[in-house]
């Protein structure tokens, strides 16, 4: 099940500076997006949520972008700090509560 | 903040045993589901419930595969004959309202180790 990708499986940046995860889909039908962080030894946790019908939705540090001509959306953190350091998941849902959720990419981000 | 709670955080089990995994929901959520994530891939979805019924279910939840709301504030998963590829992280989540980008909440996880 490819319907959701995440192809960079880490990312290290600089803290103060901006991280861009990046998340592609193939299924048009997808109504929203989320996206998940999680720590080691703990569930995932919802960060910030888009509708298909938007292109940005803004939450303090953490902006998510969405082309659906692309069919490919991006999570902003800025700045980023080391306590963002975790794995970072993104999900879709078609109409119900069903996710289907990406691989993750595991973000470090170093003082 | 409110939080789902599983138990056990880890469960040993030999191949063809039975085992039961134990969430307890926020207490105001009607929306149930179990997911779960084997090592190095993708978490999955199981099963959603809600109503006392399965609203949805993956392939991967054949008839070895349960869930029940035995009580108010229990909701629970059970493997009936466990076979080495369960081996994975299990987790419960559960949210108020259902579609629309409603968050999930999850718990912890429990690691079942099938050997």
């Known amino acids: 099940d490819q319907q959701v990708k995440q192809n960079s499986p880490s990312l290290s940046v600089q803290e103060g500076r901006i991280s861009i995860l990046n998340c592609d889909y193939t299924?048009?039908?997808?109504?929203?997006f989320l996206w998940y962080k999680k720590y080691p030894a703990e569930g995932p946790t919802f960060l910030i949520s888009i509708s298909s019908i938007k292109d940005k939705n803004e939450d303090g540090r953490f902006t998510v972008f969405l082309n659906k001509s692309a069919k490919h959306l991006s999570l902003h953190i800025v700045p980023s700090q080391p306590g963002d350091s975790a794995v970072y998941f993104c999900a879709a849902s078609v109409q119900g509560g069903k996710l289907i959720f990406g691989q993750g990419t595991e973000l470090s981000v170093k003082p | 903040e409110p939080e789902v709670t599983q138990t056990p955080s880890h469960q040993v089990t030999q191949m063809g045993q039975e085992v039961i995994l134990r969430c307890v929901p926020i207490?105001?959520?009607?929306?149930f589901y179990w997911y779960r994530q084997i090592l190095g891939q993708k978490v999955e979805f199981l099963v959603s419930?809600?109503?006392?019924?399965?609203?949805?279910k993956s392939e991967i939840f054949d008839d070895q595969f349960s869930v029940e709301r035995p009580d108010g504030s229990n909701f629970t998963l059970k493997i009936r004959s466990t076979k080495l590829e369960d081996s994975a992280m299990y987790f419960c989540?559960?949210?108020?309202?259902?579609?629309?980008?409603?968050?999930?909440?999850f718990g912890s996880g429990t690691q079942l180790s099938v050997l």
């Open positions: 989540a559960s949210s108020e309202f259902q579609g629309r980008g409603e968050k999930l909440f």
């Open positions: 419930f809600y109503n006392n019924e399965i609203s949805e």
């Open positions: 299924n048009s039908m997808f109504d929203y």
């Open positions: 207490s105001n959520h009607l929306y």
